[in-house]
């Protein structure tokens, strides 16, 4: 029997297990035919596109009917998911986008707990902040300490007009994850969204399974089972960058070549620099403060209109 499952678009957040979701579970679930990451990452990028298509927009709408074609023939649920429509500089743009290229879709947001998500991004992105605009001298070519790069991503005197036009402002106003969802509720309707925090899918999977199951109207036992396999795209630990950080001095000196039985060596030295560490990154009670004036009243807001037990996972509220 065939189901008219919408189509499914998961909206990230990054750093909030998208990746793993993307390659255990929508890549591989026998329901689910998965158009965006990790294939088909071009044309579905222009869709999106900030500048001018380079693709003739009939182009683009015929590779979405044609999937949705041979979802709807699989007896499946078409599923496009790329975490970097939540990092664009203009979401409401992209969202608007994808209201004209796929009307009727369903909206999937995967949040994560404001304070882990930045010492995550923090370990996955500091050695890349040469990439942002006007990046301080200091900064430049070399991994930074957490509190630098919290002052540089959140700072303390940040307001709204900031976010149009600073591009490292970005990270402080996409954790604000009530404005993202309201602006999708509004495009789409409420009753197309959904909101799970990503914690929830580690601490009970199965109940975790079968609201996102409901939601995309697949096999929710299916789902949880797919949810074993080994987490992707996780982040290098504090003491990987802590080398890095001495590494960097001496780019040119290939240290490993003056070590007898290098080749023995060389894998014990990787297993105790990417050892996890005891040494979390601190959020002392200055980075306390402006953590819960910016996202408290957010995050109290989800919670109440998603049912959501974000408390429980240590959201402030």
Known sequence: MKHKRKPVIHIGMFKAGSTSLQENVFSRHSQILNIWKPTYEEILRQAINLEENELPRQDIESFIRSRREQASNENKVLVASNEQIIGLPTITLAATRLKEFIPDAKILMVVREQRALIRSYYMYQCRRLSGYFGVPKKYEGLPVDFKDFFEWHIPADMNESQHKT????????????????????DLFGRENVEVLPIEKMRAAPAAFARRLGDFMQIDAGELER????????????????????????????????????????????????????????????????????????????????????????????
């Not at 490292?168 to 993202?180: D, G, H, P």
């Not at 949810?227 to 001495?246: G, I, L």
């Not at 953590?291 to 240590?314: C, F, P, T």
């Open 166 to 185: 600073q591009k490292f402002l970005q990270l402080a106003w996409r954790l604000k994850y009530a404005k993202t969802i309201a602006l999708y509720e």
């Open 226 to 317: 797919l949810f074993d396999a080994p987490a992707k795209n996780t982040s290098p630990v504090h003491t990987e960058f802590a080398y890095e950080r001495w590494r960097s001095r001496f780019p040119r000196i290939p240290f490993s070549r003056f070590l007898p039985f290098s080749d023995h060596i060389k894998p014990w030295i990787k297993n105790v620099v990417a050892a996890k560490s005891d040494d979390a990154m601190e959020i002392d009670p200055e980075m306390e403060q402006r953590i819960v004036a910016l996202y408290s009243s957010e995050n109290r807001k989800i919670q109440e209109k998603y049912k959501l037990d974000l408390e429980k996972y240590g959201y402030v509220l």
